[in-house]
């Protein structure tokens, strides 16, 4: 997850300074999605309770690959105005956070409080009128996090409701 994080990153950090064909930031980002479904970061099942679960089968892939880089570009282009994004996301890593923490994922709660931290930290700064902003390299690389945590929260044992949180929590960018 953090090596995707770092990838987006850099490629908005390139976009930011020189410019990237849209087609090329698509295929980075569709790449960078199936490296974390081969690494096992995929939407496999949703269990919705104890005994009702979809399984996805082959359909697990495409699935992931969607809500990743669906998920990232949301988050990017609603960085539009001042503190909106920074905002949303940290609404999103609070609620991966607890998802971490109730599901058993310490590492997964432990890096959306780190993120959470220095979202807090950015949006003091961030807020109208912003004295700085977050650009393509931190909207994309914040967005590829939350997706791929989210994916990650599902991923856990007993995670009857981190199938709704991660819908409900960056239920606006979604939409």
Known sequence: ??????????MGFVDDHRGLRVRHKLLIQILVAVGLC????????????GSVRAEFGWLAWPLTVL???GLTNAINLIDGLDGLAA???????AALALLGFVNGQPILAGMSLAMLGGLL????????????????GGSLSL???????????LQAKHSYPSFALPCL???IPIL
Do not use: Q, Y
Request: aromatic share 12%; glycine share 12%.
């Open 1 to 10: 997850v953090l090596v995707a994080v770092m990838v987006m990153f850099l």
């Open 38 to 49: 081969a690494a096992g970061v995929r939407i496999d099942e949703i269990i919705v309770t």
């Open 67 to 69: 809500w990743i880089v």
């Open 87 to 93: 905002s949303l996301a940290a609404v999103g890593c």
């Open 121 to 136: 930290g950015f949006l003091v700064f961030n807020f109208h009128p912003a004295k700085i902003f977050m650009g393509d």
């Open 143 to 153: 967005g590829m996090f939350l997706a791929a945590g989210s994916v990650l929260s």
């Open 169 to 171: 929590a960056l239920g």
